[in-house]
Protein backbone atom coordinates (compact mmCIF):
# COMPACT_ATOMS: atom_id res chain seq x y z
CA UNK A 1 0.00 0.00 0.00
CA UNK A 2 2.51 2.01 0.62
CA UNK A 3 4.24 1.75 -2.35
CA UNK A 4 1.22 2.56 -4.74
CA UNK A 5 0.55 5.92 -2.86
CA UNK A 6 4.36 6.71 -2.83
CA UNK A 7 4.21 5.87 -6.60
CA UNK A 8 1.24 8.16 -6.93
CA UNK A 9 2.46 11.42 -5.07
CA UNK A 10 5.99 10.45 -7.37
CA UNK A 11 4.10 11.22 -10.80
CA UNK A 12 2.09 13.56 -9.38
CA UNK A 13 5.14 15.74 -8.94
CA UNK A 14 7.01 15.02 -11.95
CA UNK A 15 3.88 15.44 -14.05
CA UNK A 16 3.32 19.23 -12.46
CA UNK A 17 7.51 19.51 -12.63
CA UNK A 18 7.62 19.22 -15.99
CA UNK A 19 4.81 21.18 -16.48
CA UNK A 20 5.82 24.24 -14.67
CA UNK A 21 9.62 24.76 -16.55
CA UNK A 22 7.46 26.08 -20.16
CA UNK A 23 8.75 29.41 -20.50
CA UNK A 24 5.82 31.88 -21.06
CA UNK A 25 5.69 34.27 -24.42
CA UNK A 26 6.29 37.68 -23.63
CA UNK A 27 5.50 40.39 -26.48
CA UNK A 28 6.67 43.94 -26.84
CA UNK A 29 6.89 46.79 -29.21
CA UNK A 30 9.67 48.94 -30.05
CA UNK A 31 12.30 50.46 -32.38
CA UNK A 32 15.54 48.58 -34.20
CA UNK A 33 18.32 50.16 -33.57
CA UNK A 34 21.24 48.03 -34.55
CA UNK A 35 21.23 44.65 -36.68
CA UNK A 36 24.11 42.00 -36.38
CA UNK A 37 23.63 40.37 -40.04
CA UNK A 38 25.96 37.64 -41.59
CA UNK A 39 25.66 37.36 -45.16
CA UNK A 40 21.46 37.22 -45.65
CA UNK A 41 20.68 35.94 -42.03
CA UNK A 42 19.97 38.38 -39.20
CA UNK A 43 21.72 37.14 -36.28
CA UNK A 44 21.25 39.54 -33.61
CA UNK A 45 18.96 42.95 -33.27
CA UNK A 46 19.13 45.19 -30.71
CA UNK A 47 15.68 47.12 -30.24
CA UNK A 48 14.68 50.63 -28.16
CA UNK A 49 12.05 49.76 -25.86
CA UNK A 50 10.51 52.36 -23.37
CA UNK A 51 14.51 53.53 -22.67
CA UNK A 52 15.73 50.27 -22.58
CA UNK A 53 17.46 48.59 -25.13
CA UNK A 54 17.20 44.63 -25.46
CA UNK A 55 19.48 42.12 -27.26
CA UNK A 56 17.47 39.22 -29.63
CA UNK A 57 18.77 36.70 -30.82
CA UNK A 58 17.00 36.32 -34.27
CA UNK A 59 17.96 32.82 -35.75
CA UNK A 60 14.81 30.91 -34.41
CA UNK A 61 12.77 33.84 -35.51
CA UNK A 62 9.76 34.18 -37.85
CA UNK A 63 9.42 37.34 -39.99
CA UNK A 64 5.77 38.45 -39.97
CA UNK A 65 5.67 41.44 -43.11
CA UNK A 66 8.71 41.24 -44.59
CA UNK A 67 12.60 42.22 -43.50
CA UNK A 68 13.14 45.42 -41.20
CA UNK A 69 15.94 47.36 -41.15
CA UNK A 70 17.41 50.29 -38.27
CA UNK A 71 14.68 52.61 -37.53
CA UNK A 72 11.75 50.11 -38.18
CA UNK A 73 8.80 49.86 -35.44
CA UNK A 74 8.77 46.39 -34.45
CA UNK A 75 6.20 43.92 -32.02
CA UNK A 76 8.78 41.02 -31.30
CA UNK A 77 7.42 37.73 -29.16
CA UNK A 78 10.33 36.07 -26.96
CA UNK A 79 11.55 33.88 -24.22
CA UNK A 80 14.04 34.13 -22.17
CA UNK A 81 17.45 33.00 -23.30
CA UNK A 82 20.68 32.27 -22.20
CA UNK A 83 22.75 35.24 -20.18
CA UNK A 84 21.13 38.83 -21.69
CA UNK A 85 20.03 37.94 -24.52
CA UNK A 86 15.88 36.99 -25.39
CA UNK A 87 15.49 34.96 -27.92
CA UNK A 88 13.14 35.83 -30.39
CA UNK A 89 10.75 33.53 -31.88
CA UNK A 90 7.89 36.18 -34.20
CA UNK A 91 8.91 39.19 -35.34
CA UNK A 92 5.97 41.82 -36.98
CA UNK A 93 7.31 44.75 -38.49
CA UNK A 94 4.71 47.65 -38.62
CA UNK A 95 4.25 49.47 -41.74
CA UNK A 96 5.63 52.84 -41.88
CA UNK A 97 3.12 56.32 -42.29
CA UNK A 98 3.18 56.48 -46.76
CA UNK A 99 4.79 59.42 -48.12
CA UNK A 100 3.18 61.77 -50.54
CA UNK A 101 5.53 63.28 -53.22
CA UNK A 102 4.09 66.06 -54.86
CA UNK A 103 5.89 67.11 -58.10
CA UNK A 104 6.97 70.53 -58.42
CA UNK A 105 4.44 72.65 -59.81
CA UNK A 106 6.76 75.41 -62.11
CA UNK A 107 8.65 72.35 -63.46
CA UNK A 108 10.26 73.79 -66.36
CA UNK A 109 11.59 70.03 -68.06
CA UNK A 110 9.62 69.09 -71.03
CA UNK A 111 7.95 65.93 -70.61
CA UNK A 112 9.15 63.42 -73.06
CA UNK A 113 6.52 61.00 -74.68
CA UNK A 114 6.88 58.37 -77.34
CA UNK A 115 6.33 59.69 -81.05
CA UNK A 116 2.68 58.28 -82.01
CA UNK A 117 4.00 57.37 -85.45
CA UNK A 118 6.44 54.89 -84.16
CA UNK A 119 3.58 53.38 -82.59
CA UNK A 120 1.51 52.54 -85.26
CA UNK A 121 4.35 51.46 -86.95
CA UNK A 122 4.79 48.59 -84.76
CA UNK A 123 1.41 47.93 -84.91
CA UNK A 124 1.08 47.78 -88.52
CA UNK A 125 4.16 45.31 -88.81
CA UNK A 126 2.58 42.57 -86.22
CA UNK A 127 0.23 39.99 -88.93
CA UNK A 128 -3.66 40.57 -88.14
CA UNK A 129 -5.01 38.08 -86.30
CA UNK A 130 -8.38 36.46 -88.34
CA UNK A 131 -11.15 37.47 -86.22
CA UNK A 132 -13.61 34.70 -87.71
CA UNK A 133 -13.79 31.13 -85.96
CA UNK A 134 -12.93 27.58 -88.35
CA UNK A 135 -15.59 25.98 -89.96
CA UNK A 136 -15.83 22.97 -89.31
Not at 57 to 74: C, I, P, W, Y
Not at 94 to 99: D, F, H, N, T
Amino acid sequence: MKKIVFTAVLVVSLGLSLVGCKQELQETRGVVTELEVEGDTILCSRIAVDGDTLLFKMTEARLLNGMFVSGDSVVVNYIEGRNDTLRALLVQVLPKAPRVIEPAKESNDSLITRPVEDQESEESEQPAQPNEPAQP
